[in-house]
Antibody
């Protein structure tokens, strides 16, 4: 059974940092790209970032480029999102998602989501 | 960036109705279009990928069609568990983008 479990969310002041981690199990981790998708309160889905199975390729939404960094540890089957210089508009539920393949760019499994709140 | 526009943004329907949701891309995306269902407080669930392929385990009430810029999600014989918000997503190029969502409510 595929499982994705996010951790590391919480409340932070504007300008602060958080690191989200997604622990995975139930599939051959290195065979699949992973991504992060967020959803602001009452809003739709927004893709944030993705990383290939080998970690050789990363991509970001323009709204987070230069502030967020995605990484993965293929020995631990985890993917992380380091979020720096956080803004109020980064407040959202963040979902970790498993790609259909190494570059399918659509998501077959999702974590339950974790709340990030940026507020003074 | 490729913009995805869904219509309608919401609709009211009754159990047993046939429902159609449309999604338009700002440029051709071939068949790289996916559909998700999201219920309140839950993660999205993949329904349809590559425009018309039914994800394993998803009811055959759901079907997708289209290519290029215009796509459709159809739900035949709407069931109580189908009341949710539906999103399209293009997988043609990064940044990946989603439509604004269509909320299907009970009439």
């Amino acid at each position: 059974e595929v499982r994705l479990l996010e951790s590391g969310g919480g409340s932070v002041q504007p300008g602060g940092s958080l690191r989200l981690t997604c622990a995975t199990s139930g599939f051959t981790f290195t065979n699949f790209a992973m991504g992060w998708v967020r959803q602001a309160p009452g809003k739709g889905l927004e893709w944030v970032s993705g990383v290939s199975g080998s970690a050789s390729t990363t991509s970001y939404a323009e709204s987070v480029k230069g502030r967020f960094t995605i990484s993965r540890d293929n020995s631990q089957n985890t993917v992380s999102l380091q979020m720096n210089t956080l803004r109020a508009e980064d407040t959202a539920v963040y979902y970790c998602a498993k790609d259909a393949g190494d570059s399918g760019n659509y998501f077959t499994y999702w974590g339950q989501g974790i709340q990030v709140t940026v507020s003074s | 960036d490729i913009q995805m526009t869904q219509s309608p943004s919401s609709l009211s329907a009754s159990v047993g109705d046939r429902v159609t949701i449309t999604c338009r891309a700002s440029q051709s995306i071939s068949s790289y279009l996916n559909w998700y269902q999201q219920k309140p407080g839950k993660a999205p669930k993949l329904l349809i990928y590559i425009a018309s392929a039914l994800q394993r385990g998803v009811s055959s009430r759901f079907s997708g069609s289209g290519s290029g810029t215009d796509f459709t999600l159809t739900i035949t014989s709407l069931q109580p568990e189908d009341f949710a918000t539906y999103y399209c997503q293009q997988s043609f190029s990064t940044p990946l983008t989603f439509g604004g969502g269509t909320k299907v409510e009970i009439k």
